[in-house]
């Protein structure tokens, strides 16, 4: 059997193997967090002055999770599977996607993402399948999401990790040059290598007072080089979450408004500061403990933990000035 051939029986296999198993996204069940559902993205950190507002919120964010489904060596993890299911309720959409919850609505859906392995070995066809049915659920749930949620409200994307390889796909499906564009409030594309020529008409972010650009970042500690390695982040896109520019100026933690440390629910503020390298963010080392690197400088996991309170903040002025102008318009 010749290698195409392999390769056309393999998808087609895999295409009926999980047919079954596709999402019907008019299910609940099939969304991580609904602003209509109790969930973990209506979680606030222990603060009092942080409120889940999104019973009056000007904006939604769709947000896609990162990889939850770490061990196994299948294709894609099953939609259906309690234990992952409760891992992603209780990590990313609660320490993750609640970011959003001061400003927006949040929508999160589930999808049958790629196995943690289907990365080491990315150039390979299957893995390239795998990805490839993540991102048909993904896309799939965004277009419920137009069809029967959005109403023309503004939209932010959010993403991490895998989440964020398959929002590039649906920016540049969705929003790149397309009409939707301009409901575009901003896209906090982190945690995965960004590249600015992925887009035609999508800027990069170069102010907080930007609109409709995107803000893409991955943390590791001060003079490490993962491009050694990875060369996906090679001049990939670089905003500091603590100036909201591309500039590779060192920013103290005195602009670090708020980490949130997971372990405890706590906001500490001042915990590190930040500067933009070759296509990385490059941080002091934490302060306080709960804050452990993989492989001793990447801070992957807490990309969005670290500056938690400036995300927040950013994403409420953005949505602000986003209304705002249309209003005037």
């Known amino acids: ?44 950190p222990n603060d009092t002055t942080l409120h889940d507002n999104q019973t009056s919120a000007k ?8 990889t939850t489904a770490i061990v196994g060596y299948k294709s894609n993890a099953e939609i259906d599977n309690e234990k992952i299911n409760q891992k992603t309720d209780e990590t990313t959409i609660k320490y993750q996607a609640s970011v959003f919850n001061g400003a927006c609505k949040v929508y999160a859906p589930r999808y049958r ?13 299957a893995a390239q399948n795998a990805f490839d049915l993540a991102y048909q659920d993904v896309k799939k749930a965004f277009q419920y999401y137009l069809d029967h949620y959005n109403n023309g409200r503004p939209i932010v994307i959010a993403s991490h990790s895998q989440g964020s390889l398959l929002a590039i796909r649906l920016l540049q499906d969705f929003f790149d040059g397309t009409t939707l ?31 409709g650009t ?13 491009n050694n390695f990875v060369h996906e982040y090679n001049n990939a896109i670089c905003v500091n979450p603590l100036s909201w520019t591309t500039e590779k100026t060192f920013v103290t933690s005195k602009y670090n408004l708020g980490s949130l440390q997971n372990n405890s629910g706590n906001i500490i ?14 941080i002091q080392k934490p302060k306080e403990k709960g804050f452990i690197p993989l492989l001793k400088s990447n801070y992957h996991i807490y990309d969005y933990s670290l500056f938690y309170i400036n995300i927040r903040e950013n994403i409420t002025h953005r949505v602000n000035l986003f209304t705002t102008t249309k209003t005037n318009n």
């Open 181 to 211: 564009q301009k409901q575009l409030v901003q896209a906090y594309v982190i945690g995965y290598p960004v590249q600015e020529n992925q887009f035609h008409f999508l800027k990069v972010c170069q102010s907080p007072d930007d609109l």
């Open 59 to 66: 904006a939604d964010v769709f947000f896609i999770h990162p």
């Open 269 to 282: 503020p001042n915990m590190t500061g930040a500067k933009c390298g070759n296509g990385i963010l490059e």
């Open 1 to 44: 059997m010749t290698k195409s051939i392999y390769l056309f029986f393999f998808t087609l296999i895999s295409a009926f193997a999980f047919a079954d198993d596709a999402p019907d996204y008019a299910n609940n069940k099939y969304w991580a967090a609904l602003p209509t559902v109790f969930d973990n993205a209506d979680w606030t």
């Open 113 to 125: 993402q790629a196995l943690l392995h289907n990365f080491f070995k990315r150039n390979s066809q």
């Open 214 to 226: 995107i803000v893409s970042y991955n943390t590791f500690e001060m003079d490490a080089n993962p």
